[in-house]
């Protein structure tokens, strides 16, 4: 079985600062991780995704996250917020065959100018 | 840049009736799937969709749902007798290949029973 957890389901930061979304999960065989983002009314958004290469992972608008097995975590990073980062966040795991992905609850970034 | 659609955008509808959510996914690709998001909790996965047959279904997805493709573009969800509890946001996704190919997301259609 599958499983994120998503800690803080609202997170603010000023413009400027480090984001940091936090992600851990739970997984019987080796993950696939992702980071997706939805704006107001629109879907969702592929950030980044691991999937076994690279522990540290580049993703688009200055986000990145680091697979660190030993903490099973999965946390966002990008080191100045913008405004327009202002969004929901969700993590997800899938295994290998790509036929589920189970999501965190999400989490509420705002971006305090 | 190819997108995932989706149709209604709102749909509002009395308990107990029939509704069918439309999604065009993009047009190479292979593999649909169909999520549910409640109002505040988490996306809930319910369907996948591979060569014209189910490849795995949560146990949310009871026989009160059914999805077809139709056509060649078209993937719909098909809530027969809806329930108070159906209400949520119901997202369509589709991927080129599954696992370590991204699913593509679609605005969602937010379905409300009355």
């Known amino acids: 079985a599958q499983s994120v957890t998503q800690l803080g389901s609202h997170v603010s930061v000023s413009e400027g600062a480090l984001v940091l979304l936090r992600c851990n999960y739970s997984s019987s065989v080796p993950p696939y991780l992702f980071w997706y983002v939805q704006y107001p009314n629109q879907g969702l958004q592929l950030l980044l995704k691991y999937t076994s290469a690279a522990t540290l992972v580049k993703g688009i608008n200055g986000f990145e996250a680091e697979f660190k097995k030993s903490e099973t975590s999965f946390h966002l990073t990008k080191p100045s917020a913008h405004m327009s980062d202002a969004a929901e966040y969700f993590c997800a795991v899938s295994d290998r065959t790509g036929n589920q992905f189970y999501f965190g609850t999400g989490t509420s970034l705002t971006v305090i100018p | 840049e190819p997108e995932v659609t989706q149709t209604p955008s709102h749909q509002v509808t009395q308990m107990g009736q029939e509704v069918i959510l439309r999604c065009v996914p993009i047009?190479?690709?292979?593999?649909f799937y169909w999520y549910r998001q409640i109002l505040g909790q988490k996306v809930e996965f319910l369907v996948s969709f591979y060569n014209n047959e189910i490849s795995e279904k949560s146990e949310i997805f009871d026989d009160q749902f059914s999805v077809e493709r139709p056509d060649g573009s078209n993937f719909t969800l098909k809530i027969r007798s809806t329930k108070l509890e159906d209400s949520a946001m119901y997202f369509c996704a589709s991927s080129g290949k599954g696992g370590l190919y991204e699913q593509f997301f679609g605005p969602g259609t937010r379905l409300t029973v009355l």
């Open positions: 047009s190479n690709h292979l593999y």
